[in-house]
């Protein structure tokens, strides 16, 4: 391994597998792509369980390289988490989201935030500026973290998510039932959403178990006053099994796949004419 630019390590020679010169490739191009203004959100939509009507949108970042192709977020987010680019990323995938909400009247849109960005010194004055900047109710923006944003220091972790819902952000809980202490946190901080995650989702059909959990998850979230949202409801099944355990939300490629703003605004105005 040779260390280049900004303590970056770049491994060369034959040893060095497909994945892992990916890895390298995907680090080395983020800045430029960063610059090439290469990065966007599609958005997938959440239905309200009930009626079926959109409540909310999910932002999920999109990256298209000419030469390595679309690259995963599942790639390229941990990328810019050891390249520190997450930062301005994570910033870029705000302002993006607020100026959607503003074209998108009265639906929530969610954005995912990385831990780093939650820890980093000012990340509530950083929302706040680009809410003010961009003129968006707060309560019209839902920020999504994982447990893993308790591993590090929990206790400065939840100060911060405290300091954001005083803002007024909605604040969601993402792979529910996925971490370590999932209940611990429950306690220490009114989450406004659950989101099941989609392993639970996905096997509906094979395991009884999941059943259990899903409709123990949504009492529970019940009686503390959270809503609930199913993630990566596929098929008919899965969908008539979290209605029937009254989920307040569904998200997934039954009702949508995640869409570019423009094609979001043609499926919101067709689920009007239905
Ligand atoms: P996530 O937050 O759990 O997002 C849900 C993922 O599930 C998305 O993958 C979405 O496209 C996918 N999905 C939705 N419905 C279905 C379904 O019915 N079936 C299946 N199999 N998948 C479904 P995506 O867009 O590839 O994103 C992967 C992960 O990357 C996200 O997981 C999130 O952790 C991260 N990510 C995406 N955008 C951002 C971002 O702007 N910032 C940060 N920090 N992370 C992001
Ligand atoms: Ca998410
Ligand atoms: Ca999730
Ligand atoms: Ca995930």
Same mark, same amino acid.
């Given at each position: 391994?040779?260390?280049?630019?900004?303590?970056? +390590?770049?491994?060369?020679? $034959?040893?060095?597998?497909?994945?892992?010169?990916?890895? #390298?490739? *995907? =680090?080395?191009?983020?800045?430029?792509?960063?610059?090439?203004?290469?990065?966007?959100?599609?958005?997938?939509?959440?239905? !309200?369980?009930?009626?079926?009507? $959109?409540?909310?949108?999910?932002?999920?970042?999109?990256?298209?390289?000419?030469k390595?192709?679309?690259?995963?977020?599942?790639? &390229? *987010?941990?990328?810019?988490?050891?390249?520190?680019?997450?930062?301005?990323?994570?910033?870029l995938?705000?302002?993006?989201?607020?100026?959607?909400a503003?074209q998108?009247?009265g639906?929530?849109?969610?954005?995912?935030?990385s831990?780093? %960005?939650?820890m980093? #010194?000012?990340?509530?004055?950083?929302?706040?500026?680009?809410?003010k900047?961009?003129?968006?109710?707060?309560?019209?923006?839902?920020?999504e973290?994982?447990?893993?944003?308790?591993?590090?220091?929990?206790? =400065?972790?939840?100060?911060?998510?405290?300091?954001?819902?005083?803002?007024?952000?909605?604040?969601?809980? !993402?792979? &529910?039932?996925?971490?370590?202490? #999932?209940?611990?946190?429950l306690?220490?901080? $009114? &989450?406004?959403?659950l989101?099941?995650d989609?392993?639970?989702?996905?096997?509906?059909?094979? %395991?009884?178990?999941?059943?259990?959990?899903?409709?123990?998850?949504?009492?529970? +979230?019940?009686? @503390?006053?959270?809503?609930t949202? +199913?993630?990566?409801?596929?098929?008919?099944? =899965? @969908?008539?099994?979290?209605? +029937?355990?009254?989920?307040? =939300?569904v998200?997934?490629?039954?009702?949508?796949? $995640?869409?570019?703003?423009?094609?979001?605004?043609?499926?919101?105005?067709?689920?009007?004419?239905?």
């Amino acid at each position: 391994a040779k260390r280049v630019g900004r303590g970056r +390590a770049v491994v060369y020679g $034959p040893a060095l597998g497909d994945a892992s010169r990916r890895l #390298s490739q *995907i =680090e080395l191009a983020l800045r430029g792509a960063f610059k090439a203004g290469q990065f966007h959100l599609h958005f997938q939509p959440k239905v !309200d369980a009930k009626t079926m009507r $959109p409540v909310a949108v999910e932002a999920l970042m999109r990256w298209n390289h000419p030469k390595l192709g679309t690259v995963a977020p599942g790639e &390229f *987010i941990s990328a810019a988490e050891r390249c520190g680019m997450i930062h301005e990323l994570g910033q870029l995938a705000l302002r993006e989201a607020a100026l959607a909400a503003k074209q998108l009247d009265g639906l929530v849109v969610a954005v995912n935030v990385s831990p780093l %960005q939650l820890m980093e #010194s000012d990340f509530t004055s950083i929302v706040a500026g680009i809410l003010k900047e961009v003129g968006v109710e707060p309560a019209r923006i839902e920020l999504e973290v994982t447990e893993s944003v308790m591993l590090d220091d929990a206790r =400065e972790a939840l100060r911060r998510l405290h300091a954001l819902r005083e803002l007024g952000v909605r604040v969601a809980l !993402d792979d &529910f039932g996925t971490g370590y202490s #999932s209940l611990a946190y429950l306690r220490s901080f $009114p &989450f406004d959403t659950l989101k099941i995650d989609r392993s639970f989702v996905q096997s509906l059909g094979e %395991q009884a178990n999941s059943h259990a959990i899903i409709d123990t998850i949504v009492q529970m +979230a019940r009686a @503390l006053g959270m809503r609930t949202v +199913a993630e990566g409801v596929e098929g008919d099944i =899965e @969908l008539a099994a979290v209605r +029937a355990m009254h989920c307040d =939300e569904v998200q997934g490629y039954l009702v949508s796949r $995640p869409l570019s703003l423009g094609s979001l605004k043609s499926w919101l105005d067709g689920q009007h004419e239905g």
